[in-house]
């Protein structure tokens, strides 16, 4: 199976920055893509950020310009650094790896968590 541990949430006030990682571990064949997802009381879980392993990336439009997804393929770990945060940002983050175990394995999501996040006013 494969392991997915995020760290790095807080408490941080409106303008400041935060850095969030994210690290998979454990039986891992390969993995496609890696990322970062958002969930607010009461509201579903939306995209932040993703990054394939070529480097392409993604963002939602309320954080570009503002945050930065980087991954090391090497060791299986992703970062985002949130910068200029506002109390919107406000949330659970969750790390997605998207990946396989095996050469014969479904490519699969495994999910991390979750890190609060907080921005106060």
């Known amino acids: 199976q494969v392991q997915v541990v995020e760290s790095g949430g807080g408490l941080v006030q409106a303008g400041g920055s935060l850095r969030l990682s994210c690290v998979a571990s454990g039986t891992i064949f390969s993995i496609n893509a890696m990322g970062w997802y958002r969930q607010a009381p009461g509201k579903q879980r939306d995209l932040v950020a993703a990054?394939?392993?070529?480097?392409?990336?993604n963002y939602a439009d309320s954080v570009k310009g503002r945050f930065t997804l980087s991954r090391d393929n090497a060791k299986n770990t992703v970062s985002l650094q949130m910068n200029s945060l506002k109390p919107e940002d406000t949330a659970v983050y969750y790390c997605k790896a998207y990946g396989r175990t095996s050469g014969s394995a479904p490519v699969l999501n495994y999910w991390g968590q979750g890190t609060q996040v907080t921005v106060s006013s």
């Open positions: 990054i394939t392993s070529g480097g392409s990336t």
